[in-house]
């Protein structure tokens, strides 16, 4: 049962505040262009998102607790405890993470700079200002839409 079971319900919460952060994140950045915006906003995301193995000692001599947490959590209580065998690896999954969300960002960014092109073909990036010239019909004034 998932209330039960703290781990679960823990990794629950944990992706619902990521995903909270994340577009709050976005909303935030509003006032840069949407590519600088994608690739900071999937670079926190590959930051928060990649997993990484950690083991813990108990009090009980020679015995350990293994498991799964955010690769960045795992690299701070790392550094936090000076664990260098603990810290490099996870660092290493944390870059690897943030190296991907960049890549996903970016192409995020070149799929959707291609859906508001012109029925003339004309590139428009809804960021850019739109150049003024001749659209639909031939003319260079604005049409407004008619009902009827």
């Known amino acids: 049962m998932l209330i039960s079971d703290s ?10 505040l990521s995903l909270v952060v994340l577009l709050t994140g976005y909303l935030g950045l509003a006032f840069l262009p949407r590519l600088p915006r994608l690739v900071i906003t999937w670079l926190v995301a590959g ?7 950690f083991r ?3 009090l009980e001599e020679g015995e ?12 701070a209580v790392a550094f936090l405890e000076g664990n260098g065998a603990a810290l490099m690896p996870a660092a290493v999954l944390v870059a690897v993470g943030a190296g991907l969300g960049v890549v996903v960002g970016l192409l ?6 291609h859906r508001h092109t012109l029925d003339d073909g004309d590139y428009v990036d809804m960021d850019d200002d739109v150049p003024a010239g001749p659209r639909r019909g031939g003319r260079g004034e604005r049409q407004e839409p008619m009902i009827g």
């Open 108 to 113: 995020l960014w070149w799929r959707g700079r």
């Open 7 to 16: 781990i679960s319900l823990l990794w629950l919460v944990y992706v619902v």
């Open 47 to 53: 930051v928060m998102w990649t997993p990484a193995h």
């Open 64 to 75: 350990f607790y293994t498991g799964f947490a955010p690769a960045v959590v795992v690299t």
């Open 56 to 58: 813990l000692p108990l």
